[in-house]
């Protein structure tokens, strides 16, 4: 059976791993600010449903591999003292991953958006 305490005590700690990632992580809040802007943006120009539904799932794929990251980061921390060459490469790696979700999502919004903007400065 579905227990609604249960939910609301699992939905408290999901709200405080977001809190912790947005205080420590300077990142994740570019990253939301960054997504704020893009959603001010959707809005402002006349952009088909689908590109607007695109926007917002790329916008939460780069914030979850943020999450992802800074998870990772903390549990490779603890094992530094044992692993310490692989700990960076792990590190660094996950980087990567939030790197390329970034750009390839920054990608997709200018092919997206570099129409609407040429329309209006052009």
């Not at 990772?72 to 790197?99: G, N, Q």
Request: proline share 2%; hydrophobic share 60%; net charge positive.
């Amino acid at each position: 059976m579905v227990s609604f305490w249960r939910f609301i005590k699992s939905t408290k700690d999901a709200l405080r791993g977001l809190r912790v990632v947005f205080k420590n992580e300077q990142n994740f809040r570019i990253q939301i600010l960054v997504g704020l802007l893009v959603v001010i943006l959707a809005f402002m120009f006349p952009l088909k449903i689908w590109e607007i539904i695109l926007l917002i799932l790329l916008l939460v794929q780069v914030l979850v591999m943020e999450l992802l990251n800074t998870a990772l980061e903390y549990f490779t921390d603890l094992l530094k003292p044992r692993l310490h060459h692989y700990v960076s490469l792990i590190k660094d790696i996950m980087a990567a991953a939030v790197l390329l979700t970034a750009l390839g999502s920054a990608v997709i919004g200018l092919i997206i958006f570099l129409p609407h903007f040429i329309k209006l400065f052009g």
